[in-house]
């Protein structure tokens, strides 16, 4: 038995080692049990001047309050997420973001555990992208004028709705008013955008786009606010993207994505356009337009406490709700004709159009993935036809299988089964969703408004 327990003690510090994250445990005596390479590497030091030692005796600057790791032996209570700044005996001031969990065994607490990331690399990782986002501000008037690519014109359009909207932002896009846009994945949010930014009287001023899903939440006030010197290990004075994108816009996508701290934070900034970088003490003056967009309806995002009601209010002076394709059937032929255009010239083909039971799929079909899945499926079909006439042949796996499930459909209208014909809708709109987001379970469930597991349980019943 005691060879069992050795070998299992054996098994699992060799897990541990292998994991790339600190694993740092201490018992309730505060003395350090296990100590990886990893966190050893994030607090610069070796793992023999940890391994053993009493927590306080390694990181003098920490105390019994401020120790994470002790507070949750104390509390029994986990820690998540929780910045922690402290110096080591060799005098190196340390950033780390840690998860902190007690370790229980019998209902009696044993010690606990700290799982530890390198908020100091990820500071840098977000200076870097300071660095990309200030050089593209800096050079000739050109040179800043190019950070918008599209203009209203390239938003491809016969619908009226659709035209009559442009018409509306290109007034509108002279006020200094910030600016709502609400469209699903694929719409075309940020040409859109960029189109209010040409036609507005900051079209001369820089034009920054971020997405708020893309940057760890850590990472996102100091991207959007700056860092001021010693804010962190090797800090200096930077300019944020507010600071950045002053004279013209700051597009913030996915803004449901942001924290609802920070958005109190931006709600602040749009109230009184001061700004106040991380850890600086200075109020700084932004003369920035700021447009908003979300991919969620924001009726949906007040609703489950991912937007805030002030802040959605302060940005609906304007709202733009972009119409997906498949409420304006006639962009489907339209557009398909026009990007058939478009990848003749770059594939150097000739084809002619889409035979004619290809046109009717597309204007029934759904497009959950709006008109980037049309460009794309087009890319696609336009890559593989040996014809000069795109058919149905053409289309893509998944579409081919959406197309035998309506066509099965057809051959079953006399069946009145709910149930049934709920199914094969189902199945429909999982295929277009994976379709759309090359396979990825992840992407699709938040196409269908779906939890994960939810989609891999129905993925599975289908046999998909």
Known sequence: MGQLTALTQEVLAAILKSIDEGIHVVNTDGKTIFYNEVAAK????????????????????????????????????????????????????????NTTLPIFVDKEIIGAVEIAKDYSRMKLLSERLLDLQKGLKKGSRKRVKKQVNYTFNDLKTVSPAFNSMKDEAKKLAKSDSPILVYGESGTGKELFVQGIHHESLRAAGPFIAQNCAAIPETLLESILFGTAKGSYTGAVERKGLFELADGGTLFLDELHAMPIELQAKLLRVLEDGLIRRVGGAENIVVNVRVIAAVNLHPSKALKEHKLRSDLYYRLNVFTFSLIPLRERKEDIKFLSDYFIGVFNKQLQKNIKGMELELETFFANYYWPGNVRELKHTIEYMMNVCEMNILAIEDLPVMLKQQLTIVHSSHQQLENLSLRKNLDELEKSLILSAMEETDGNINQAAKLLDIPRQTLQYKLKRFSL
């Open 42 to 97: 994030h607090d610069g030091m070796e793992v023999k001047e940890v391994l053993g030692k009493h927590l306080l005796t390694a990181f003098p600057s920490l105390t019994e309050e401020s120790s994470t790791l002790l507070k949750v032996v104390r509390t029994g209570k986990p820690i998540y997420n929780q910045t922690q700044v402290y110096v080591n005996v060799h005098g190196t001031r340390i950033d780390t973001m």
